[in-house]
């Protein structure tokens, strides 16, 4: 297939192009500045920005099915403020959707595990408001709902030692919040599966990774794969939301009021949609495993022991 990954620079778009180019198929990576660094060779690069509909809508013509891959981080502030949610998620999924009905192309699109047009946060919100563009067109879809997703690259470990320093964290609630972090390597297999079969055609997959862990426990499992420890001092919330909310105001301030709201839910699946990927939670790298530089490890001794 000819694929085309809006997005496929990013952190998990270039484990993706990947993937899909291990697999076989024609891919072009689109993002704003391409380069060919995080990418393997024999993947095509094409510039564009997904606020600018004009500059991408060349890149889907001949193109069977397309990944919408482009968001904001959730934990941390945008620059340009919570507006930039809307501009991001919705309007650029506005255009990616426009133009995939042009060129008849088939739609996998990175949601947010409760998203929701009417939720706590504008990341929510935006990603609620851009599933709705997404099920209300003609296109043939599959939506992406994960927790926070870890890996080289990414940005929630390097979150959690911002928010939660060694030795000593003051954390919000106590760090209570609870996350089922999911290794970028488990993920992109699914992710490519979903094109490759009818079956995911109109579906909405959760998706988590084994362990659903509080903030608390991430924060002390990472700072203990350092060599280190840290005693987490709980901050009232009352305290934090003012901490933040003065925060929200101070231009070059990593976190806000939209922060401090995202704490206040679980980040976790109801029902964890692995099995439509014929996957088990036994087959998933534990954010444990990760940082003791075995990633991958349960997959391969599930593999081993089903070859045995």
Known sequence: ?????????????????????????????????????????????????????????????????????????PLFKPSGGDKMHDRIHRQGTEHVVRAAEKHDVRLVQMSALGADPKGPTAYIRSKGEAEEIVTESVLDYTIFRPSVVFGEGGEFISFTKLLAPPYLSALPGGGKTRFQPIWVGDLV?????????????????????????????????????????????????????????????????????????????????????LDAFGVGTGELTTLEAYLNGRAGDAGTAATAASSG
């Open 189 to 273: 297999p699914m992710l490519a599966d979903a094109i490759e079969s009818d079956e995911h055609v109109g579906k909405i997959y959760e998706i988590g990774g084994p362990d659903k862990l509080t903030l608390a426990e991430i924060a002390r499992m990472i700072h203990k794969s350092d060599g280190r420890s840290t005693t987490v001092v709980p901050v009232p919330m009352g305290l934090a939301k003012v901490g933040l909310t003065i925060g929200d105001a101070i231009p070059g301030f990593p976190m806000g009021k939209d922060q401090f709201r995202s704490l206040q839910f679980d980040n976790v699946t109801d029902d964890n949609d």
């Open 1 to 73: 297939m000819k694929v085309l990954v809006v997005g496929g620079s990013g952190f998990i778009g270039s484990t993706l192009c990947r993937e899909l180019k291990g697999r076989g198929h024609e891919v072009t990576a689109l993002s704003r500045s391409p380069s060919g660094q995080d990418l393997p060779k024999g993947v095509n690069k094409v510039m564009g920005n997904i606020t600018d509909y004009g500059s991408i809508k060349g890149a889907f013509e001949g193109k069977d099915a397309v990944y919408n891959l482009v968001a904001l981080s």
